[in-house]
């Protein structure tokens, strides 16, 4: 309803309440398929704030809160120096709010420990200050380096460019295997050990197989199918795998059979259009975007550019024989991504 600040110089824009009553119930469906069989209780810290009055605010927590602390904190400095947009008192004020929070946990659950990434230290460090003050009591903040990813320099954060997305509408359950099955090298070690429940002999293992034979990405793998079980559950985690390894030509769209499952996930992934058995290869290419036109269709043909089920193809016509379950993988060069799905008319 406020918005945590950060350095950037703009406020955040305000939702409405119906956007941010939807996202609490998409975020309580997240913590519970990733603490499913785990004794955790939720609670909405709304439901404290909703009747607190304004001036009993400012009497029992505002007086407790130095304004140096507050001005302080690096975001607040960027914001109001030459350079900044400045920042409305809404969003100066939401230390307030998450020291609270703490206060609130600590009073009514008997929570003393936070955790939090390095990015919300102040805003933590804010609630146990209050605590002591308040009530004299003891309570203690855990915080985590921001996860930084080695290859690009960009932390791992929703605000970043190719955002990765727990909710399956906005980032799929194949994308989002394909995300970590696609990572470097040099970051894998540490996200088997931040992103996984495995164990340090099992990540040990893993990681001295990994440099064995780096190409066979054993890391990468692991790290995909452990993080999408958690994620996702273990049926869309095999269907996820079932896709990329066919998209990836590990495994041939044949061995998928009548996995309607399986064949919904790759029609959501690549384009999916109809032929006859006998069509023209050049229509499905342009019909698919894979080529501009009938033209490009033929040089690409021409230039041993098109596959078949994997299997390179120079003629314009498909045959009955490519057809298995009533569908076959075309693809341009060697990115899976320049793939698509032809179905029997």
């Keep these: 309803m406020i918005g945590d600040p950060d350095g950037k110089a703009q406020e955040r824009e305000l939702q409405s309440f119906d956007d941010i009553n939807a996202n609490k119930a998409k975020i309580v469906g997240q913590y519970r398929q990733l603490f499913s069989g785990l004794p955790f209780e939720l609670v909405d810290n709304y439901d404290w704030f909703k009747d607190v009055a304004y001036l009993n605010f400012l009497r029992d927590i505002g007086k407790h809160i130095p304004l140096a602390q507050m001005l302080g904190r690096e975001f607040v400095r960027s914001r109001l120096g030459e350079e900044g947009a400045g920042i409305s008192y809404a969003e100066f004020s939401y230390v307030l709010i998450q020291a609270y929070d703490f206060l609130r946990l ?34 203690h903040v855990y915080s985590t380096p921001l996860v930084v990813n080695k290859a690009t320099g960009q932390k791992f954060g929703k605000s970043e460019a190719g955002a990765v997305w727990l909710d399956p509408k906005k980032t ?7 995300f970590w099955i696609n990572l470097d090298d040099d970051g894998v070690e540490d996200y088997l050990k931040i992103f996984t429940l495995l164990d340090r002999p099992t990540i040990e293992d893993i990681v001295s197989q990994q440099r064995q034979d780096p190409g066979a990405r054993v890391a990468q793998t692991r790290l995909a199918d452990e993080v999408t079980h958690l994620v996702h ?76 089920n994997g299997q390179k193809v120079s003629r ?7 057809f298995q379950n009533g569908r076959l993988m075309i693809r341009r060069g060697k990115a899976f991504k320049d793939s698509a799905l032809i179905e029997v008319a």
């Design 233 to 308: 559950g273990e049926e869309r985690m095999n269907r996820a795998k079932t896709v990329t390894e066919v998209l990836t030509g590990k495994m041939l769209l044949a061995n998928v059979g009548d996995n309607v499952h399986a064949i919904d996930d790759l029609r959501a992934e690549i384009p999916c259009v109809k032929a006859t058995e006998t069509g023209e290869i050049t229509e499905a290419l342009v019909d698919s975007g894979l080529a501009t036109s009938k033209s490009n269709a033929r040089q690409l043909l021409n230039s041993n550019a098109i596959s078949v």
């Design 106 to 139: 600590y009073e009514d659950k008997q929570v003393t420990l936070q955790l939090c990434g390095s990015d919300q230290w102040g805003n933590s460090i804010a609630g146990v200050d209050l605590i002591r003050r308040k009530n004299g009591g003891e309570a």
């Design 316 to 322: 314009e016509q498909f045959e009955p024989g490519d």
């Design 172 to 178: 799929t359950p194949t994308q989002f295997y394909q």
